[in-house]
């Protein structure tokens, strides 16, 4: 069972740089999410999208793009990357948008930007 | 928007005691869904407990049960037993459809 994979684990970036953290899932869920966490504030939507196809902007959109190919994957891309953008990210996904739908996390990356 | 508070920014709790984490919550809506993560040291987050607010009782998982008072907009997770691998950060969050909304956390520390 690989439920929800990210890579990289760790990236260095310097500022002005750009780069995609790649995120997969199999368990065929419809709904996935970016969140970034950051001490003291708990976990922040970045963006999410609730099928192949379809995307929107959470609350921490800017400086960040998604797309949504397929069901299984949900890359985020850091446009031009900035030091406020040093974080955790963590992907999520969720068999639907429904009360009871817990949401499943891959395992993080850690992005310092310099 | 939907609100979590935790005011607890840090526990500690002698190994094999109980344990209560505060979470509050501030919302209109009728309906909506109630959860607990953990975050260990090694950054994962692994779904712990979930409470719907039609719920008639109080949700348990194992050494997890969840303290629902919805008059009071609280939803206070309770380990009970604590073991030395209980140590680690735990959010409380509320579901909203298109976002799951989190509160900033408390960490937890067992001594043994």
């Known amino acids: 069972n690989a439920g929800v994979t990210q890579t990289p684990k760790f990236q260095v970036l310097k500022t002005g740089q750009s780069m995609t953290l790649q995120c997969a899932q199999d368990m065929n869920h419809e709904y996935m999410s970016w969140y970034r966490q950051d001490p003291g504030m708990g976990l922040r939507l970045i963006h999410y999208?609730?099928?192949?196809?379809?995307?929107d902007q959470g609350e921490v959109p800017n400086g960040y793009n998604v797309s949504r190919s397929t069901t299984e994957d949900f890359p985020l891309r850091l446009l031009s990357a900035a030091p406020s953008q040093t974080s955790v990210y963590f992907c999520?996904?969720?068999?639907?948008?429904?009360?009871?739908?817990?949401?499943?996390f891959g395992n993080g990356t850690r992005l310092t930007v310099t | 928007a939907q609100k979590i508070t935790q005011t607890q920014p840090g526990m500690f709790v002698q190994e094999k005691e109980a344990v209560t984490l505060d979470c509050t919550y501030d919302?209109?809506?009728?309906?909506?869904?109630l959860f607990w993560y953990k975050q260990p040291s090694s950054g994962e987050m692994i779904f712990l407990i979930y409470?719907?607010?039609?719920?008639?009782q109080n949700a348990t998982e194992g050494r997890y049960s969840l303290n629902f008072q919805k008059a009071r907009k609280s939803a206070n997770l309770v380990i009970s037993a604590s073991q030395l691998g209980d140590s680690a950060m735990y959010f409380c969050?509320?579901?909203?459809?298109?976002?799951?909304?989190f509160g900033a956390g408390t960490r937890l520390t067992v001594k043994p």
């Open positions: 409470q719907g607010s039609y719920d008639q």
């Open positions: 999208s609730v099928g192949a196809g379809i995307t």
């Open positions: 919302t209109s809506d009728p309906s909506y869904g």
């Open positions: 999520a996904s969720s068999y639907g948008t429904g009360n009871n739908s817990p949401l499943h």
């Open positions: 969050a509320m579901r909203e459809p298109l976002n799951m909304r």
